[in-house]
């Protein structure tokens, strides 16, 4: 189990930058080489290639290369159901969590800087 | 403590565990005043109404969460137990007054708060009860494929940025 939310966190991680999940979209349609992929995204080539080695480390897609060029697939196999199912559980519940820090964190400092001010009202 | 069931943790457990650089009673404040909850209940650009809020065992905790493509979420629920910036549980399948509902998602949730250094350690614990409840969702084609999963992983990874 621990090794499987291992690789969840890493799937999950993977997923969580838009260019990444813009790829993952993009590959839904069919395998692609690197290139055709890459073109769309306003960014340097190195940059690309790193967004898909997360990709391929977690699993989400594979590649393969052929002479020159690198084709790049999604492995459809990567999150099953009740992965897919927990996994939006916990994205529901860690961004939750996340949201509720936040707004307490500015709250209470919130109430610092008006604690701070009252005693020169005085 | 009843539900502190981490040691023996089931696979459909969910445990989030975060340090939060705030004390406790401001914690508590975001979690037991509705008007301050719904701000962070749900992701932006979906909205939560807070519907029922009876903060004690027993009572209501109804949610009501509206999203900007017409899409909505209805959550009704009850408190199970509530011990004053410390402990929340609440559950799905029970509603005001304990009656027995049956949710569209089952689960049961244990959020605790303790000092930690300047801060506060705060545990949510979220308890699904099991495999044919999932399945069921299943069913239900709550699983469109590889798409759905990315279109939702997108809107809450938006949310948290």
């Known amino acids: 189990m621990a090794k499987q939310s291992a690789q969840l966190s890493e799937v999950f991680y993977a ?3 838009p ?11 069919g395998p692609e080489a690197v290139s055709v992929l890459a073109a769309p995204f ?5 940059s690309f290639l790193k967004h898909l080695s997360v990709l391929e480390r977690s699993g989400v897609i594979r590649s393969h290369k052929l002479g020159r060029v690198r084709t790049c697939e999604l492995v459809p196999k ?9 996994a939006e559980q916990r994205a529901t519940w860690e961004s939750r969590s996340e949201r509720m820090a936040r707004f307490v964190e500015t709250l209470h400092q919130e109430d610092l800087s008006r604690a701070k001010r009252q005693p020169r009202q005085r | 403590m009843p ?16 340090l ?8 508590w404040r975001a979690w037991s005043d509705p008007a301050l909850l719904r701000q962070w209940w749900c992701p932006k650009p979906w909205t939560t109404e807070v519907r029922a809020f009876d903060q004690r065992p027993g009572g209501a905790f109804h949610t009501f969460m509206r999203g900007p493509d017409g899409g909505t979420s209805d959550n009704p629920g009850c408190f199970l137990e509530v011990v004053a910036q410390q402990r929340i549980v609440f559950t799905s399948l029970l ?3 304990w009656r027995p509902a049956t949710p569209w998602l089952a689960f049961s ?3 605790t708060m303790a000092d930690e250094g300047d801060g506060t350690r705060y545990i949510a614990t979220v308890m699904h009860p099991d495999k044919a409840t999932r399945d069921r969702h299943e069913e239900m084609g709550f699983f469109d494929g590889w798409n759905t999963c990315i279109t939702q992983l997108e809107a809450f990874a938006r949310q948290s940025l």
């Open chain 1, 15 to 17: 997923l969580a930058d």
């Open chain 2, 95 to 97: 509603g005001a007054g």
């Open chain 1, 42 to 46: 306003a960014m340097a080539l190195p």
């Open chain 2, 3 to 18: 539900n502190d069931n981490r040691v023996n943790a089931d696979p459909l457990d969910l445990v989030i565990s975060r």
């Open chain 2, 109 to 111: 949730a244990v959020v």
């Open chain 2, 20 to 27: 939060v650089r705030a004390p406790r009673a401001s914690l």
């Open chain 1, 78 to 86: 990567t999150l099953t159901p009740a992965q897919r199912w927990l």
């Open chain 1, 19 to 29: 260019t990444r999940r813009a790829i993952v979209s993009a590959l839904g349609r």
